[in-house]
C-alpha cells in the first residue's frame, strides 16, 4: 500500500549548560515542501539529551497536528525522522538502552507516537547537515 504523504521530520535540541535553559527546533517537510518549521524553549534546567527528545516529541505531535488537518490518516503516511542525536536516534532504534528513567520515560513516548504512523524510518544525519537544515 503506497503511503498518502511522504514527511521528513528533522529535529535538533540543546542546552545552554549541560543542565541549562534547554531549546529546539524542528522542520516539517511533506512531499518536498515545507509545512512547518519551529523555534522552541524548554525552560531552565534541560540535558541536551532530553531538550534533544523534547523537540522530537513536539516535532511528532505538530505532523500529527498537520496530518488531521489535511484530514489525513497518519497510518498511511511514510515520515523519515532526521538527526544528528546518535543517542536518541539510537536509542528509538533499539540499538542502545535507556539507562536513566527519564530517558526512558521520553523515548517511550517517542516510541509511541512514532507507532502511529505507516511507515517510519530513523535516520542519524551529520551534524553539518542539522546545521544547514534548521540553522544552529
Same mark, same amino acid.
Given at each position: 500500500?503506497a503511503a498518502r504523504?511522504?514527511?521528513? +521530520?528533522?529535529f535538533d535540541g540543546?542546552?545552554? *549548560? !549541560?543542565? *541549562?535553559?534547554?531549546?529546539?527546533?524542528?522542520?516539517? =517537510?511533506?512531499?518536498?515542501?515545507?509545512?512547518?518549521?519551529?523555534?522552541?524553549?524548554?525552560?531552565?534546567?534541560?540535558? !541536551? !539529551?532530553?531538550?534533544?527528545?523534547?523537540? &522530537?516529541?513536539? *516535532? &511528532? #505531535?505538530?505532523? +500529527?497536528?498537520?496530518?488531521?488537518?489535511?484530514?489525513?490518516?497518519?497510518? #498511511?503516511?511514510?515520515?523519515?525522522?532526521?538527526?544528528?542525536?546518535?543517542?536518541?536516534?539510537?536509542? &528509538?532504534?533499539?540499538?542502545?538502552?535507556?539507562?536513566?528513567?527519564? =530517558?526512558?520515560? +521520553?523515548?517511550?513516548?517517542?516510541?509511541?507516537?512514532?507507532?502511529?504512523?505507516?511507515?517510519?524510518?530513523?535516520?542519524?544525519?551529520?551534524?553539518?547537515?542539522? =546545521?544547514?537544515? +534548521?540553522?544552529?
Amino acid at each position: 500500500m503506497a503511503a498518502r504523504h511522504h514527511l521528513i +521530520l528533522h529535529f535538533d535540541g540543546g542546552s545552554r *549548560g !549541560n543542565p *541549562g535553559p534547554g531549546y529546539g527546533s524542528y522542520v516539517l =517537510m511533506a512531499d518536498g515542501r515545507e509545512q512547518r518549521r519551529r523555534r522552541l524553549d524548554f525552560g531552565p534546567h534541560r540535558t !541536551n !539529551n532530553e531538550a534533544e527528545y523534547e523537540a &522530537l516529541l513536539a *516535532g &511528532l #505531535q505538530d505532523t +500529527l497536528a498537520w496530518l488531521a488537518e489535511q484530514r489525513a490518516d497518519p497510518a #498511511q503516511a511514510s515520515l523519515e525522522v532526521r538527526g544528528d542525536s546518535q543517542l536518541v536516534i539510537r536509542q &528509538l532504534q533499539g540499538a542502545w538502552r535507556c539507562r536513566e528513567p527519564r =530517558m526512558a520515560v +521520553l523515548c517511550s513516548r517517542a516510541q509511541a507516537l512514532l507507532q502511529r504512523f505507516g511507515r517510519r524510518t530513523l535516520r542519524l544525519v551529520p551534524r553539518e547537515k542539522t =546545521m544547514e537544515v +534548521l540553522g544552529h
